[in-house]
């Protein structure tokens, strides 16, 4: 139907046709059904795909210009130029592994078997040492906070050295139950923690995908303390990467509840350069209903180098703010 | 692509305006979903960016694209499950005034893309690559891992199952 056979088969066919007035019928209905297949239209894609596009192949031009390749690159250059080199490399890390396993069996073979010294019994230690029992427990236990515990708790068990415990284990029971909900808490606490510092080192990232995980990193933080606030803001004013700044700004209007962070949101409208931001910024103020931002909205409407489409939107937001 | 292979990204976007439309158009075709279509896309050309070493200039570009745009569209599929949102396909074709004629011609086409969508996905796509992306046989061996007879056997069932289908309602 789309010219695609060869000129011998298309003299097979039409022989065929001429003797066959129901494969002709066939043919005739596909042409018809193959026509009107091209009339249905297809929906042009919207203007904003290249928008996407062209900030995608920027983030990512960004990326590859902070990364220096390393050998895995290089590795892969060369894999996909010659497939057969994938089996050789595998083949060499094999021998490299055999290799390496026979020596280190070889050296432990050879290796002079350690004698304990004189005196002492190897194997199974005298029943005088039965007293060291309990301090063992306490080595294998490992933390400070751990040992507490554990000594606590055998000693009750034993009901020997504590007499408190020994005659009220419910007592014991309630201090563990205790300790268990501080070291629960403590542990929060530290989890807590360690997420803001993955956070904050997140944002100092040269990756600009690595700094948007580390403030969606943010998102997920309930109390939100002034270091990380204060990396957020840096990010919203500073970062070169206006998907970034963007991501940031959501994240940071989700906390629009406290007085210090719509405080920075307005001070922030007249640091962004990109309409993207600037036209985001002026939607964030318009659904906190911030009036403070009037005036900064005002000033940026001043600037003569101001994106068209973003001059028109601020000026619809003043009318609703106002 | 080559050029792109070897370091000049910014080659990346002068493919991004010969292909997107195309790429969109088997996309569409494939889903009947407009955003998810361009979204699609864009995930297209991010995966020839960070897989362009792959590309070895052996084969055709829009082979190996076909190729990246099938794997992103089966990952949605996927993704989407069971769950098949409505087909975007009620304003396409347009126009209020019609005289009758147009508008019997309009229904005509719409019952005709119901159809094309009612096709198993293996032949719906083997007629969206060979009627709407304008691929030969042979790029679409290429693009679907199959050989050319294969290709020819599986347009002309699907070619006669939506004969069949289409006839049913006319």
């Known amino acids: 139907m789309d010219n695609q056979l060869t000129d011998a088969e298309k003299a097979e066919m039409e022989q065929h046709l001429a003797d066959c007035p129901e494969c002709r019928q066939q043919l005739e209905d596909n042409h018809r059904l193959w026509d009107s297949m091209g009339e249905i239209p297809v929906p042009a894609p919207s203007d904003k795909m290249q928008v996407r596009f062209d900030a995608m192949l920027e983030t990512y031009k960004q990326e590859q210009d902070n990364r220096r390749p390393g050998i895995a690159f290089y590795l ?8 057969g080199f994938t089996w050789a490399y595998s083949l060499i890390i094999l021998v490299i592994g055999a290799g390496l396993g026979y020596a280190v069996s070889r050296g432990l073979n050879n290796a002079p078997r350690v004698r304990p010294p004189e005196g002492v019994a190897a194997v199974n230690p005298p029943k005088s040492r039965e007293t060291d029992t309990p301090v063992t427990t306490v080595t ?10 554990a000594n606590s708790g ?12 020994a005659t009220n284990p419910d007592a014991a029971n309630t201090g563990n139950d205790i300790s268990e909900k501080q070291q629960l808490k403590v542990l929060a606490d530290q989890v807590h923690e360690m997420r803001e510092m993955v956070m904050l080192a997140l ?13 969606s990193y943010a998102s997920d933080i309930k109390t939100i303390n002034k270091n990380v606030l204060d990396a957020l803001f840096s990010t919203l004013n500073n970062d070169p990467n206006s998907n ?17 962070v719509r405080r920075g949101l307005v001070q922030s409208i007249l640091q962004q350069g990109s309409p993207l931001v600037q036209a985001a910024m002026a939607d964030v103020m318009l659904r906190l209903q911030e009036k403070k931002a009037v005036q900064p909205l005002k000033e940026l409407l001043e600037q003569k180098d101001l994106n068209e489409m973003v001059r028109t939107k601020i000026k619809q937001t003043l009318t609703r703010l106002i | 692509m080559l050029k792109v292979k070897s370091g000049d990204l910014d080659k990346m976007a002068l493919l991004f305006q010969r292909y997107h439309r195309p790429l969109y158009g088997f996309l569409f075709h494939m889903t009947g979903q407009k955003e998810a279509s361009e979204d699609m896309v864009q995930n297209v050309f991010y995966r020839m960016l960070r897989s362009r ?3 070895t200039g052996l084969g055709e570009f829009r082979t190996w694209m076909y190729h990246l745009a099938r794997n992103v569209l089966k990952d949605h599929l996927k993704r989407a499950g069971r769950y098949r949102p409505m087909p975007e396909w009620e304003d396409r074709i347009a126009g209020d005034d019609l005289v009758e004629e147009q508008l019997e011609r309009k229904q005509e086409l719409e019952m005709l893309q119901l159809k094309i969508e009612s096709l198993s996905p293996e032949s719906r796509e083997v007629l969206v690559l060979s009627r709407y992306q304008d691929l030969k046989y042979a790029e679409i061996a290429g693009v679907l891992d199959i050989s050319v007879a294969a290709v020819k056997v ?10 069949i289908l289409y006839l049913q309602t006319e």
């Open chain 1, 244 to 260: 970034v700044r963007l991501i940031t700004l959501d994240a940071l209007t989700r906390y629009a509840d406290v007085p210090a």
């Open chain 1, 154 to 165: 055998s000693a009750a068990d034993r009901g020997t050295a504590n007499a408190g415990s």
């Open chain 2, 53 to 55: 070493h792959t590309f």
């Open chain 2, 154 to 163: 599986r347009i002309h069932r699907a070619i006669r199952q939506l004969r």
């Open chain 1, 76 to 83: 892969q250059q060369l894999f996909a130029m010659k497939p």
């Open chain 1, 140 to 149: 294998l236990t490992g933390s400070a906070a751990d040992r507490g515990t």
């Open chain 1, 203 to 215: 944002l100092e990232n040269p990756s600009a995908s690595e700094r948007i995980r580390g403030v």
